[in-house]
C-alpha cells in the first residue's frame, strides 16, 4: 500500500464498551469486515497510524466504531466495502492452505494466480494430502458463520481405505472413538464402492476438528488411502476439474446462509 497520507492530527482513541448488539466493531475488525485487509494486517496499519477514523488518526486498538455510517480512511483515502466474491476450488491433493509457506511448498493460492485474490482467505482449511472443495471469499461475516461450531454445518467427504468396509466398523465411526482425549465422531457413514482389497466410505461431519476422519481411522489401525471433500451442505463439488475455481451463485451463497442460521437454531435448541 502506497502512503498518501494527509497531515491529520492523531487521537488518543476512546476505550468504550462494547455495545449489545448493532453494526458497532472494533477499528480493526471493520476493516477486515469492509475487505480491505485481514484483521492482523489492520492492526498493524493502526498501530502504525495510517487509520483515520471521522477525519482523526487513531492508534487504539480499542477504538469502536459503526460499520454502517463510520467515515474510515487508511493513508487517506476512504476504504468502502468491497464487492463480496464467493469462489470454490477444487483442491488438488500436496497444496497446503496457507497464503505464505516458509518451506516454499505448493499453496492452494497457485490455483487462484489468474485471480485477484488479495482480499480472500479460504473458509477453514484442508490438509496437504486431502482433496476437494475448499470455499475462498473476502466477507468475513459469512466465512466465521459456516465456520462457526454451533453452526453444524455438515461436510461431506468421499474417503478410500486400505480395507473393506463393515457394519462394525461404520458404526464405530458414528458411535464415536477416543483420540488424545478427545472424542471424534461421524454424524453419518456408508459404503460407497468396495474393491479387492480396499473400499471407499462416504463420511458426513457436523463438526470440524483438526484431522478429524484421519484420526478416527488411525484409532481403528486403518489407513486412509485418499480423502475428498465432496460436499458443504447443499454444495456439491461436482464435476469442477482439479485445481480449478468457479464462483458461487447467488443462490449457492444464500443457501448456505440459510442452512447456516437453520442448523445454529437446530444446535441451540439441542
Same mark, same amino acid.
Given at each position: 500500500m502506497?502512503?498518501?497520507?494527509?497531515?491529520?492530527?492523531?487521537?488518543?482513541?476512546?476505550?468504550?464498551?462494547?455495545?449489545?448488539?448493532?453494526?458497532?466493531?472494533?477499528?480493526?475488525?471493520?476493516?477486515?469486515?469492509?475487505?480491505?485487509?485481514?484483521?492482523?494486517?489492520?492492526?498493524?496499519?493502526?498501530?502504525?497510524?495510517?487509520?483515520?477514523?471521522?477525519?482523526?488518526?487513531?492508534?487504539?486498538?480499542?477504538?469502536?466504531?459503526?460499520?454502517?455510517?463510520?467515515?474510515?480512511?487508511?493513508?487517506?483515502?476512504?476504504?468502502?466495502?468491497?464487492?463480496?466474491?464467493?469462489?470454490?476450488?477444487?483442491?488438488?491433493?500436496?497444496?497446503?492452505?496457507?497464503?505464505?509457506?516458509?518451506?516454499?511448498?505448493?499453496?492452494?493460492?497457485?490455483?487462484?494466480?489468474?485471480?485477484?485474490?488479495?482480499?480472500l482467505?479460504?473458509v477453514? *482449511? #484442508?490438509?496437504?494430502a486431502?482433496? &476437494?472443495? +475448499? %470455499?475462498?471469499?473476502?466477507?468475513?461475516?459469512? $466465512?466465521?458463520?459456516? =465456520?462457526?461450531?454451533?453452526?453444524?454445518?455438515?461436510?461431506?467427504?468421499?474417503?478410500?481405505?486400505?480395507?473393506l468396509?463393515?457394519?462394525?466398523?461404520?458404526?464405530?465411526?458414528?458411535?464415536?472413538?477416543?483420540?488424545?482425549?478427545?472424542?471424534?465422531?461421524?454424524?453419518?457413514v456408508?459404503?460407497?464402492?468396495?474393491?479387492?482389497?480396499?473400499?471407499?466410505?462416504?463420511?458426513?461431519?457436523?463438526?470440524?476438528?483438526?484431522?478429524?476422519?484421519?484420526?478416527?481411522l488411525?484409532?481403528?489401525?486403518?489407513?486412509?488411502? *485418499? #480423502?475428498?471433500?465432496?460436499?458443504? &451442505?447443499? +454444495? %456439491?463439488?461436482?464435476?469442477?476439474?482439479?485445481? $480449478?475455481?468457479?464462483? =458461487?451463485?447467488?443462490?449457492?451463497?444464500?443457501?448456505?446462509?440459510?442452512?447456516?442460521?437453520?442448523?445454529?437454531?437446530?444446535?441451540?435448541?439441542?
Amino acid at each position: 500500500m502506497k502512503s498518501s497520507r494527509k497531515p491529520l492530527k492523531p487521537t488518543a482513541g476512546r476505550k468504550a464498551a462494547a455495545p449489545a448488539g448493532g453494526k458497532r466493531v472494533t477499528l480493526a475488525r471493520a476493516l477486515s469486515k469492509l475487505g480491505f485487509c485481514s484483521r492482523t494486517q489492520a492492526e498493524e496499519l493502526v498501530r502504525a497510524g495510517r487509520v483515520a477514523v471521522e477525519g482523526s488518526i487513531t492508534t487504539d486498538l480499542e477504538t469502536w466504531v459503526d460499520l454502517a455510517s463510520a467515515v474510515i480512511a487508511v493513508d487517506g483515502k476512504r476504504v468502502a466495502a468491497e464487492k463480496r466474491v464467493y469462489l470454490m476450488l477444487n483442491k488438488p491433493r500436496g497444496l497446503v492452505t496457507t497464503r505464505h509457506d516458509p518451506e516454499g511448498r505448493p499453496m492452494v493460492f497457485d490455483c487462484l494466480k489468474h485471480l485477484d485474490h488479495a482480499h480472500l482467505s479460504p473458509v477453514g *482449511r #484442508l490438509d496437504k494430502a486431502s482433496e &476437494g472443495l +475448499l %470455499l475462498f471469499t473476502n466477507d468475513t461475516e459469512f $466465512a466465521q458463520t459456516l =465456520l462457526d461450531p454451533e453452526t453444524h454445518v455438515a461436510k461431506t467427504y468421499h474417503v478410500q481405505m486400505d480395507r473393506l468396509a463393515d457394519q462394525q466398523m461404520l458404526a464405530a465411526m458414528v458411535k464415536g472413538v477416543q483420540h488424545d482425549g478427545e472424542l471424534l465422531r461421524a454424524r453419518r457413514v456408508r459404503t460407497v464402492r468396495k474393491g479387492d482389497r480396499n473400499s471407499w466410505i462416504e463420511v458426513v461431519l457436523d463438526e470440524g476438528k483438526n484431522r478429524h476422519i484421519r484420526r478416527m481411522l488411525e484409532v481403528m489401525d486403518i489407513a486412509c488411502l *485418499r #480423502l475428498v471433500r465432496v460436499a458443504i &451442505g447443499n +454444495l %456439491l463439488l461436482g464435476d469442477l476439474e482439479k485445481g $480449478a475455481v468457479r464462483p =458461487l451463485s447467488s443462490e449457492e451463497v444464500e443457501d448456505l446462509r440459510r442452512l447456516s442460521a437453520s442448523a445454529m437454531r437446530a444446535g441451540r435448541e439441542r
